[in-house]
Nanobody, 123 residues
């Protein structure tokens, strides 16, 4: 199983980025998918997730209204559209896949992880 995250980079505050996570080696449409992030010196935290069909989504309070998660089950890819970025969004962003999930997404409950992509937001 591989989850390949991409799309990170350096952006000014207020700008936008779209992250992508291409999955292979798993029955993608059977998994819920999530994005987590980890800033230097901090624990990995939940950002956003969606169910297998993409019709149910969950967001951390800190990103609600700014980030949008969506998926394409034909391309086996999940995306994270990030708008109105803030310096506090700076982190390494990881995508993850979960076979069994509910509304409470935790980093301990994921089955597979991608390697992460760096997002840096300058003030």
């Amino acid at each position: 199983v591989q989850l390949q995250a991409s799309g990170g980079g350096l952006v000014q505050a207020g700008g936008s980025l779209r992250l992508s996570c291409a999955a292979s080696g798993l029955a993608f449409s059977s998994y819920g998918m999530g994005w987590f992030r980890q800033a230097p010196g901090k624990e990995r935290e939940f950002v956003a997730a969606l169910n297998w069909a993409g019709r149910i989504t969950w967001y951390a309070d800190s990103v609600k209204g700014r980030f949008t998660i969506f998926r394409d089950n034909v391309k086996n890819t999940v995306y994270l559209q990030m708008n109105s970025l803030k310096p506090e969004d700076t982190a390494v962003y990881y995508c993850a896949a979960a076979k069994n999930y509910g509304s409470n997404w935790s980093s301990t409950g994921m089955d597979y992880w991608g390697k992460g992509t760096q997002v840096t937001v300058s003030s």
